[in-house]
Structure formats: C-alpha cells, structure tokens
C-alpha cells in the first residue's frame, strides 16, 4: 500500500537548522511532484514548498524562501528539505505529499512535528 | 495570490442531517478546487478534486459543487466518522497551492 515516511523532526532553538526527510513506498515516486505542506498547532494548512517529478523545477512560498531548500533523490524514493534560520513561526507539523500533473495532493504522509523554541 | 475562505468557520450539525460547507475564492480558479477531510492527530484526505470529482474510496454521500469563485461540499447525511474539519484548496496556480481556512463539522 502507499506509504509515506516523514521523520527529522525535533526541537531546534530559534537560527537553528532540521533536515526532514519523507521516505516513499508503494507507487512510482519518480512518477509524482512533491510538496511539503505544513501545520501550525491548532492552525489550518500551508503549503511550503513543490519540487517535479525530476527535481528540476522547484518553488518555495515567500515565508520560507531563502531558507529552506527542498530535494529528493528518486534512487531512493526519497523527498527532503533543508530548513535553515528556523524561527518561532516555523514551528508545525510538516506533511510531504504526493501529486500527479496539474492534480492535487492525493498522498499524504502521518507527519512530523518541528518546534522552534529557546 | 488566491485566498480562499471558508464559511461557516464551525458547523453543529446532528448525525443523519445534511452539512453544507463554503468555500469561495478572491479570484477565479475554475474548476481546479479540491476538498480535504481531517481528523485530529491525523494528515488531511482527499475528498474531492475538479470541484465534483470524487478521490477514490469516497462515499457517494460526499458531494462537490461550483466553479469559477463559488464552491459548496456538501455531505448529505451526517455518519458519525465524517466529524472533522474540511479544507478547500485552490490549485488552479498549480504548483502553489493556497488552501481555506477550514471548517469544523461538529455534532450538535
């Protein structure tokens, strides 16, 4: 069945750096586009970031651009993300999830909770 | 940037009624609107997609409507498991999806 793995989570004090990782099973992940959708504690849902299926195209949204940076590695049906100069705000639970082309997100993975906090 | 919001922000309904939730979009999105259920501790679902579609697995008692700004789910009699909070979500400016302010279905 499809399955999808985030893990890295943590507690990290405010500047800090995480990496997340989102480990893929059960379909083609190199057939999929990839988001990290994120979840402030009690808030709604906001999309952070999208890489293709080939890696070659990347967004961020404004509130992470600069310092997150997001990549996978299709050998290992792996997605990930690099977030750097962590702050208050970033504190959420981050979802990895899968899309097909001009679809949305029919994928999720159970989440992993990030806290930035001194 | 499409902001989407959803109305009401809390919906009390009893089990066995119907639920109608809103969700309208600051600028047209066509029919490229999806609806997601969540539960708590749990990742959102796909409900919906094309605005009308249902994903596959859903109950036929889950029904999307609209196009363009205007956007209605609708779930025509409440099972205890549909208590949860509904996001619409835009991906009309695919890949940069913008997603409602949720509504939370809850039992009256």
Redesign the interface.
């Known amino acids: 069945q499809v399955q999808l793995v985030e893990s890295g989570g943590g507690l990290v004090k405010p500047g800090g750096s995480l990496r997340l990782s989102c480990a893929a099973s059960g379909f083609t992940f190199s057939d999929y ?1 990839m ?1 990290w ?1 994120r979840q402030a504690p009690g808030k ?4 952070v970031s ?1 890489i ?1 299926s080939s890696g070659s195209t990347i ?1 961020y ?1 404004d509130s992470v651009k600069g310092r997150f940076t997001i990549s996978r590695d299709n050998a290992k049906n792996s997605l990930y993300l690099q977030m750097n100069s962590l702050r208050a705000e970033d504190t959420a639970v981050y ?1 990895c999830a899968a ?1 097909l082309w ?5 994928y ?4 992993t909770l990030v806290t930035v906090s001194s | 940037e499409i902001v989407m919001t959803q109305s009401p922000a809390t919906l009390s309904v009893s089990p066995g009624e119907r639920a109608t939730l809103s969700c309208r979009a600051s600028q047209s999105v066509s029919s ?1 609107l ?1 609806w ?1 259920q969540q539960k708590p501790g ?5 409900l919906i ?1 094309g605005a009308s579609t249902r ?1 596959t697995g859903i109950p036929a008692r889950f029904s999307g409507s609209g196009s363009g700004t205007e956007f209605t789910l609708t779930i025509s009699s409440l099972q205890s498991e549909d208590f949860a909070v509904y ?1 619409c ?1 835009q ?1 009309n400016n ?9 509504t939370k279905v809850e039992i009256k």
């Open positions: 586009y988001s959708i709604g849902l906001e999309w999208y293709s967004y949204a979802y899309q001009l679809l949305p997100c029919v999720w993975g159970q989440g | 490229n999806a997601y749990q990742a959102p679902r796909l997609y994903a996001y979500q991906y695919w890949p940069v999806l913008t997603f409602g302010g949720g």
